[in-house]
Nanobody, 122 residues
Framework: QVHIVQSGGGLVQPGGSLTLFCAASGNIFSIYSMGWYRQAPGKERELVATVPFGGSPTYADSVKGRFTITRDNDANTVTLQMNSLKTDDTAVYYC????????????????WGQGTQVTVSS
């Protein structure tokens, strides 16, 4: 069994900063990618940032230069530092573990965190 638990988020004024944290735990053999997606009201879920194992991060154009994703492969954690937040960043943010292989099944599948609200408002 794999658990994706995320924390952080909340309410911040435009121009402010927030940090999201995510940890994957359980009978994990490997995780190919870890990242963050978001879904605003009335919109589809979209990629924010992701980083593959041993690779470089990928960012949505809308967050480049403002958000930074960091991954700890040994701890199976990923952090999203969000700076210069805008009202358009308001959404529910989801942590994503891509192609997670468990020691039990050795089968790859994706896992999602429970979601956390980020609201940017004055």
């Amino acid at each position: 069994q794999v658990h994706i638990v995320q924390s952080g988020g909340g309410l911040v004024q435009p121009g402010g900063s927030l940090t999201l944290f995510c940890a994957a735990s359980g009978n994990i053999f490997s995780i190919y990618s870890m990242g963050w997606y978001r879904q605003a009201p009335g919109k589809e879920r979209e990629l924010v940032a992701t980083v593959p194992f041993g690779g470089s991060p990928t960012y949505a154009d809308s967050v480049k230069g403002r958000f930074t994703i960091t991954r700890d492969n040994d701890a199976n954690t990923v952090t999203l530092q969000m700076n210069s937040l805008k009202t358009d960043d308001t959404a529910v943010y989801y942590c994503h573990g891509g192609n997670v292989i468990t020691q039990t099944t050795m089968i790859a599948r994706d896992y999602w965190g429970q979601g956390t609200q980020v609201t940017v408002s004055s």
